[in-house]
């Protein structure tokens, strides 16, 4: 019995031998006095070119059974060899490369189908941002993230997910604006003094009396003036979306009353570690002290202080008025608040998306104006309330008193006069346009 396969097949079918001894149907025998092997052999030669014409379709790789293999080798040593080295291999070559090939293709398809259901779900998870601050949960601080998270993903569609961190759960402000710079968080509120030594310009923030009112500060940061601090930020890897409203700092003292400007002289006052704020108070007369702000309730509880600065609502809301009864409308600084952004997050958001960002951004703004108001007013009520003795004082001597202070710093802030006659042309229309 003689195995014959064809390429379509997968088993070998067994069919009848043929008379004569030839590797397939039609294959002439060579002459029995003549050697098969003599390359003048006309019969060999014959043999030889119909092995070439059949030997190819007939000797498929899977039809090299042991039996076939023998009797063509017992038949034909010489064709054996040369089907052997020619058709079969070339053929068995031929078949494992579309093996490997029809499995590369599989796995390829299963790979590309899965990197698109991947992508398909990862288009639809929404892209989660952090937002820190330092403040307490009912600061104006909280709501007002609040309403900039709902409005992001109102107008996003819901395609950008808000998460709020309060109380410096994610660091103080100084080290948020250095996560802001590298990448490692998308948001924060912060005030402007931790700013203001990566951005030497917004040090002129820190100058006392550089603004006449909570209002007239507002008017002159939602305008062209406040814009072109906004722009600086770019350059130092932070997009600044907009200013929230300024907080205004009063002095409150624990025991030692102060009417005039004569009762500041060598009085222990804990400010921020900022020059502007050192050497206001300095020109004051006082001793300024620069304490971490989580320090400060144990140094006036222990008498390492006199008294701070801070503005009415943090004043209930950290409990000052455990320690302190007096609290003073001095309106020395006004302190800008910034919501940024990590320049890296912004880029990575489509046009309508910083579009929607930018839009949430003065939503937000026109809420803190409105809301710090309230919770200002809403304090200084309290105050009262609880028995803190709030005292309204005649500040011109004070204005006088620092502005040698002024010019001092202006003088060391990058085109600090420039600004400061700015700022102060901008807080004078604000003035005029009431």
Sequence with gaps: MVAVFTRSARRPRIAPAQPSVSIAKGLPSCAPDKSPDSPGNACYQRRRKKVQEIGRPVLTPVACTREYLKRLQTDRPDAARKLHSSTEGDEMKSLFSARRAGRAVMVGALLAAGVVVASVARADEPIVMKLGHTLAPDNHYQL????????????????????????????????????????????????????????????????????????????????????????????????????????????????????????????????????????????????????????????LSQGLVDGGDTSPEQFIQDKFSDVAKHYYLTHVNYLPVVLAMSKSAWTRLSPDEQKAFQAAAAVAADYDVKEYKHEYNDALATMKKNGTQVSAINTAPWVAATERARQSLLSDIPDGQALYQEIEAADKSAVASK
């Design 144 to 299: 007002t993230a609040q309403v900039f998270a709902k409005e992001v993903a109102q107008r996003t569609h819901g395609k950008v997910k808000i998460e709020i961190f309060p109380q410096s759960q994610l660091g103080g402000e100084v080290q948020m604006a250095q996560a802001l710079r590298t990448g490692t968080q998308e948001l924060m509120i912060s005030a402007q003094a931790p700013i203001g030594n990566t951005i030497k310009q917004w040090q002129i923030f820190d100058t006392p009396y550089l603004f006449s009112s909570i209002d007239d500060a507002n008017r002159v940061l939602q305008g062209p003036v406040g814009r072109k601090f906004l722009d600086m930020m770019p350059a130092v890897n932070m997009i600044g979306l907009t200013w929230l409203s300024v907080g205004e700092r009063n002095l409150f003292t624990t025991k030692k009353p102060v009417g005039l400007l004569g009762d500041m002289k060598d009085m222990k006052v804990r400010v921020m570690q900022s020059r502007g704020y050192i050497a206001g108070y300095k020109a004051l007369g006082a001793n300024p002290t620069p304490l971490p702000y989580n320090q400060l309730f144990l140094a």
